[in-house]
């Protein structure tokens, strides 16, 4: 079958889906099936951003990929050097369309990432071919993704035509099928959602400054007037006043209580505050679930100053670099054709995620200029100085290591004197 052929059959009025249409979009919901988590993985991912945690990790995560620069490198003969004149490095590092900066782009890209599992933007070109934007695509507009004549197709409300796989940039987090990713909070739905009544409980709890549900108790008997039907009866009537006047929002609110009458708390019981305190959606909890370092989201119990800079680095390799690849990968397949894939590729600078320890940073970029391995130069731009005199480009060498061939000059000059 044909693509234009799957496009028919894609919107005609009698569509059913069999072995040459196959739905990818809510693959993964054979996991959440059990009752308890029927419940709670539908979570809105909005409202898990109430927990400050939550937020901060998905804040931070998508700050870091924002602010890693992504450019264009072409193969040359001794490696790769950044090809600035490729229209892509231009789309990735500076303006990919005309409403948001990189910086934008890549965070809201982050952020449906972290949030959704899942990031859609499409690949705008001209009638050259030429790639000239990258429009972000809000995840909640995507409406299904299938398999069709061995093509996939996005369904996005908006466009009258499914968007084909090349014509999109899909970036994907934790997936079962390689086609659709799950989104962190599917999965932490659950816990999030107690923490979130465990908070709210907290809050309604302060409001009413500490007075929870109770009962009134009084030795006597409260009947109602029988010479009185259709009035309300005495414990209607307290009711109702203990109601209107706990309900003020006054501080000074005062409930007086005669004639006999206490107020009892029903309060939990010592066994159910412990279930609700272990229960707690603790900032350690949220950290594994964004796979961050705690530190990171301001949680400094089990840090040190001894090992901070550690913890800092694993961030950049375990939490960033597969964020990193990630997105390499995806552009580097979606934003060059096959011929071109041989020559150019996207990378991801990571160093400036290392520019705030400028002790470690100095000390790496010196040790790299005494080595050999960078000019004074290339030191400079790394620190974004301007190149110096034409002598800084000279690689320099160590006056006690030599190369093989520089052994082998000394011998014969010695041998020649």
């Avoid at 790769?80 to 948001?100: C, G, I, Q, Y």
């Amino acid at each position: 079958m044909s693509l234009n052929q799957a496009f028919s059959m894609m919107f005609s009025s009698g569509e059913k889906r069999g072995a040459d249409s196959v739905s990818y979009f809510n693959d993964f919901t054979s996991f959440f099936l059990s009752d308890s988590k029927a419940k709670t993985s539908s979570l809105n991912y909005k409202a898990s951003l109430k927990l400050s945690a939550v937020f901060n990790a998905v804040e931070q995560i998508s700050n870091d990929i924002a602010k890693i620069p992504f450019f264009v490198y072409k193969v040359v003969e001794n490696g790769s050097e950044r090809f600035k004149a490729h229209p892509v490095d231009w789309l990735l590092s500076t303006e990919p369309n005309p409403f948001m900066t990189s910086f934008i782009w890549k965070k809201v890209t982050a952020i449906s990432l972290l949030l959704r599992g899942n990031s859609l933007s499409k690949i705008e070109t001209n009638h050259k071919g030429d790639i000239i934007e990258l429009t972000f695509i809000d995840w909640d507009d995507v409406l299904d993704i299938k398999k069709v004549a061995g093509e996939i197709l996005y369904f996005v409300r908006g466009y009258d035509k499914p968007l084909l796989s090349s014509e999109v940039l899909h970036f994907k987090n934790f997936t079962h099928n390689g086609f659709v990713g799950v989104g962190v909070i599917t999965y932490a739905a659950q816990q999030m959602n107690l923490a979130i009544e465990v908070q709210q409980f907290s809050i309604t709890n302060f409001e009413n400054k500490g007075v929870r549900t109770g009962v009134i108790e009084t030795d006597k008997t409260l009947n109602a007037d029988p010479n009185k039907p259709g009035e309300a009866t005495p414990k209607q009537k307290i009711k109702t006043a203990w109601s209107s006047a706990m309900a003020q929002k006054s501080p000074d609110r005062i409930v007086v209580l005669d004639d006999g009458l206490k107020f009892k708390a029903i309060n939990i019981t010592p066994q159910e505050a412990q279930i609700i305190e272990m229960s707690r959606f603790t900032v350690e909890d949220i950290a594994r679930w964004f796979n961050i370092a705690p530190h990171k989201i301001k949680s400094l119990q089990q840090s040190t100053n001894n090992n901070i800079e550690q913890q800092s680095l694993d961030h950049v390799s375990d939490t960033m670099q597969p964020y990193v690849t990630n997105i390499e990968q995806e552009l580097s397949k979606k934003l060059f054709s096959n011929a071109d894939r041989k020559s150019y590729f996207v990378k991801g600078n990571m160093n400036v995620l290392l520019r705030a320890d400028m002790k470690t940073r100095s000390e790496a970029i010196c040790r790299y200029i005494m080595t050999g391995v960078y000019t004074r130069n290339q030191g400079r731009l790394l620190e974004d100085q301007n190149a110096g005199p034409a002598m800084l480009d000279e690689y320099l060498t160590p006056v006690n290591t030599f190369t093989e061939s520089q052994i082998e000059d000394n011998l014969k000059e010695k041998k020649n004197e």
